[in-house]
């Protein structure tokens, strides 16, 4: 069973906003599944994320390296390696086997993943699973997210996003 929260961001600017409030609620540990077509937010949410985390270089899209790799600090001050995974170009599930990327899950990383569904029967269920869709918002093409939490560590991520969105 899911509790879920949904917000929407009509613009880049809303994104990058809903990136920072993510990262006051990160826990060590977590993996966040993140959904949605090219082009609709993923990796622009990651870079909110990881700029409200201090971090001041360049933030890629991982479609051709697979991985990015980013220290950082979470909001308690919690050393992490935040794992950036993008797995679309994943052929098969075997790509996930051989890639050693099961190493990066542990209680010294945050995961976020873009396409998972490449390596659906390999990967554990996530924490949380945030779920972009494009809409029509006043007239302009925004975003809808819903996040998802199916953990407990999930759930309380949820509910500090909940609350500080509502602060």
């Not at 999930?154 to 909940?162: D, E, F, M, R, Y």
Request: include cysteine; charge should be negative; proline fraction near 5%.
């Amino acid at each position: 069973m899911s509790i879920d929260f949904t917000l929407d961001l009509p613009d880049e600017a809303a994104t990058l906003a809903f990136g920072a409030l993510l990262a006051k609620a990160l826990r060590p540990n977590l993996t966040v599944y993140l959904q949605g077509d090219l082009g609709v937010g993923k990796t622009t949410l990651v870079r909110g994320l990881l700029r409200a985390l201090g971090f001041v270089g360049k933030v890629k899209s991982p479609t051709y390296t697979l991985l990015e790799l980013y220290p950082v600090e979470l909001a308690d001050q919690t050393p992490v390696q935040l794992c950036h995974f993008d797995l679309y170009r994943f052929n098969d599930e075997e790509e996930w086997e051989y890639s050693g990327f099961r190493e990066h899950f542990n209680e010294g990383s945050v995961c976020l993943i873009e396409w998972p569904g490449k390596a659906k029967n390999c990967l554990n269920r996530p924490d949380l699973e945030i779920v972009f869709d494009v809409k029509m918002l006043a007239n302009l093409l925004g975003r809808h997210v819903r996040v998802m939490a199916y953990t407990p560590l999930g759930k309380q991520c949820l509910q500090a996003i909940s609350t500080l969105n509502h602060a």
